[in-house]
């Protein structure tokens, strides 16, 4: 079972960035898709985006496409979220985990979760 820790929230003013970081701790994260995922106050979690484990394919929810980008490091099993412009309804904890790209859309194909970082956009 992987562990998963997430850092780089934060709080910040609409329309500025935020880069976060994901740990990965397994010695296989290379075989892993990857994704990011938010929940919002009241609100179930939702996909963000993802990528393959070749990092040849990315995908991402309508909301954040052309604002965030996620990337991958595999010789520091560190997955990122680069969010870019961002808005209020960013607001949220987001999460990251490790899967295949068969099943990344859907954060309820995960029984583990990391602790999450905030990252709060006001007005």
């Known amino acids: 079972q992987v562990q998963l820790t997430e850092s780089g929230g934060d709080m910040v003013q609409a329309g500025g960035s935020l880069r976060l970081s994901c740990v990965v701790s397994t010695p296989i994260f290379n075989r892993f898709a990857l994704g990011w995922y938010r929940q919002s106050p009241g609100k179930e979690r939702e996909f963000v985006a993802s990528m393959t484990r070749y990092g040849d394919d990315t995908k991402y929810r309508g909301s954040v496409r052309g604002r965030f980008s996620i990337s991958r490091d595999n010789s520091r099993n560190t997955v990122y979220l680069q969010m870019n412009e961002l808005k209020p309804e960013d607001t949220g904890i987001y999460y990251c985990?490790?899967?295949?790209?068969?099943?990344?859309?859907?954060?309820?194909?995960?029984?583990?979760w990391g602790q999450g970082t905030q990252d709060t956009v006001s007005p």
């Open positions: 985990n490790a899967g295949t790209s068969a099943d990344m859309w859907n954060p309820k194909t995960f029984s583990s």
